[in-house]
């Protein structure tokens, strides 16, 4: 079993290069089920999230091989349509395989999807666009069967913007018959990704990254080799590792333009930062502000998935701050171990309140992704050693976390409590 020891007080400096995004490959590796052929994803994370659903695919039938950090998806037999929970019980995002197994095989068959503790996290949208589709569904106690001969074009208004739900409707219109129009659609990144990958294949998807988004059903696709963009949640944590220690950074593979509304923090608490040939250099130097209020909104708003480590950095800076999460209501579950190392915080339902001080090192928990590698940050600002349990959680996300601080001159790693 790791668990992650830190000393915390050095000052983060030096370049670094962003691992390729999570958010942005999963669905990818989805969208390769509706070719029967092989994709190729370059730079694609080696999380376990990833290898989770590399698993899946496999089970389906497909045939998986990494050469570096490239991986190879052939699909040419992934026939299978039957997701165990054993699988799907691992990781939310196993849902959005529904869509592209069912428009492969008529049906599709999969356990309730797991993931993170974040909050409730329901499937209803995705259902709902699945029926729009045509899809007969039926919810068991541990399982949902979905059937449909042949998925029709339709037009869906989202009653709520998912990024989830959006990349299932995608999905499912690249093959469908006729034409589909999404309205009240997620505006990620990662949705712009996925129809670039998806046109690359053959699809015909219009306005991604808007409102709307207009598909064309097509019968045919082709296979691709797609280059994963920089992570933009990893780029903020390490964004916020050097704020808290008040560092200076260059990541050197920033996805430019989609960090927008975390630079705007960043900025108003004092940090500074520039753009110079594709890299992004970030001086903390001056963090001393305090956010009267934030809240966390869907894209192009504060990612929530930004909001723990934000939050982390805000216990360092004094005065009172304050955020509102809007999108996951168990996002606060690492106040209490940021309490531990000496944090002023209260939580008040979907709020909370944080006074800035100083922070001591001392043994936390991590039990979800975003959550442990805020922790982490609290922990490389605080005095002395801290020790982080539950780094599963972090791989999920994160390459390597402790090699990536380190080359940004943190005192970190990783020892197996077992072989000691
Ligand atoms: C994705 C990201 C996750 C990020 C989140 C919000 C991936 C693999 N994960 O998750 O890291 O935190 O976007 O930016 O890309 N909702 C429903 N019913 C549904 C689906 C969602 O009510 O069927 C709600 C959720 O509970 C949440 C909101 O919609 O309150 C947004 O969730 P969604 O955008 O779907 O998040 P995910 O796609 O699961």
């Not at 570096?68 to 959005?96: F, K, Q």
């Not at 998935?305 to 304050?322: K, M």
């Not at 922070?359 to 922790?375: F, H, I, S």
Request: charged share 25%; glycine share 10%; net charge neutral.
């Amino acid at each position: 079993m790791d668990e992650i020891h830190v000393i915390g007080g050095n000052c983060l400096h030096g370049n670094i290069t962003v691992q390729g995004s999570k958010n942005t490959v999963l669905p990818l590796m989805a969208g390769a089920l509706l070719y029967r052929g092989i994709n190729v994803l370059k730079a694609c994370p080696r999380i376990t999230d990833v290898f989770y659903m590399e698993e899946i695919l496999r089970a389906l039938g497909a045939e998986t091989w990494w050469e570096d950090h490239d991986l190879y998806l052939d699909c040419t037999h992934a026939d299978g349509s039957h997701v165990p929970e054993i699988y799907s019980g691992r990781m939310r995002s196993s849902i959005i395989l529904l869509g592209p197994i069912l428009a492969r095989n008529q049906q599709a068959e999969i356990g309730y999807p797991g993931g993170c503790v974040i909050g409730k996290r329901p499937v209803d949208l995705h259902l709902y666009v699945l029926r729009r589709f045509g899809a007969e569904i039926k919810e068991e106690e541990k399982k949902i069967t979905v059937s449909c001969k042949k998925l029709c074009g339709t037009e869906i208004v989202f009653s709520k913007r998912s990024v989830g739900a959006t990349e299932q409707a995608i999905l499912c219109a690249t093959l469908s018959k006729g034409t589909t129009t999404l309205r009240n659609c997620a505006r990620e990144p990662e949705i712009v990704w996925l129809c670039r990958f998806l046109n690359a294949m053959g699809a015909k998807i219009e306005g991604a990254g808007e409102d709307c988004i207009c598909i064309e059903g097509t019968e045919k696709l082709c296979g691709t080799k797609m280059q994963i963009p920089a992570d933009r949640i990893v780029t903020g944590t390490y964004l916020c590792a050097a704020a808290a220690t008040r560092g200076h950074i260059v990541i050197e593979n920033a996805p430019e333009g989609e960090l927008d509304t975390f630079l705007q923090v960043y900025r108003k608490m004092g940090g500074q930062y520039e753009w110079k040939s594709g890299k992004l250099i970030a001086n903390g130097a001056g963090i001393q502000f305090s956010v009267p209020f934030l809240e966390t909104e869907a894209y192009p708003g504060f990612p929530t998935d930004l909001q723990s480590p934000l939050l982390a950095v805000l216990t360092t800076v004094p005065g009172i701050s304050r955020i509102r999460e809007n999108i996951f209501e168990n996002r606060f579950k690492i106040c209490s171990e940021l309490t531990k190392m000496g944090a002023h915080i209260e939580v008040r339902g979907s709020e909370v309140k944080i006074c800035g001080s100083r922070l001591k090192g001392c043994r936390l928990r991590a039990e979800e992704l975003r959550g442990g590698a805020a922790l982490v940050i609290a922990a490389l600002a605080a005095d002395g050693e801290s020790v982080i349990e539950g780094v599963p959680f972090i791989r999920r996300g994160y390459e390597d976390i402790c090699r990536d601080l380190r080359y940004l001159q943190a005192e970190i790693y990783m020892e197996d409590i077992l072989s000691v």
